[in-house]
């Protein structure tokens, strides 16, 4: 997955204890986004900024300039207890990686 070169994700917020039952419209952003080297985690993890590239290390807080340049970019892979991918989530730090395309106005169905 490194070297992409872009990618449409959708960024949503829409957790399931905050739905409502379906009458307000719901909105999200599609977006296109850079992610350039791409650094695929997948364990939680709190990055401040994009991790270093040197082997066995992907600390955001490495000071080795050996261990340069940094990744473009963090790519989440959630699972659940089954093991089974829930979500991805897309992280930048440049915010010139990032370009909203469109809003998109939903209703959530009941179902």
Do not use: W
């Amino acid at each position: 997955m490194n070297n992409i070169i872009r990618t449409l994700c959708t960024l949503i917020s829409d957790p399931k204890d905050k739905r409502t039952d379906g009458s307000n419209a719901l909105y999200m952003f599609v977006v296109r986004v850079v992610l350039g080297h791409v650094f695929i985690c997948r364990k939680p993890s709190q990055f401040q900024s994009p991790p270093c590239t040197g082997q066995n290390c992907h600390r955001d807080d490495c000071s080795d300039p050996s261990h340069q340049p940094l990744f473009h970019s963090v790519v989440g892979t959630h699972k659940g207890e089954s093991q089974r991918l829930i979500f991805r989530e897309f992280v930048v730090y440049d915010l010139s990686q990032a370009y909203p395309e469109f809003v998109v106005e939903y209703e959530r169905q009941q179902g």
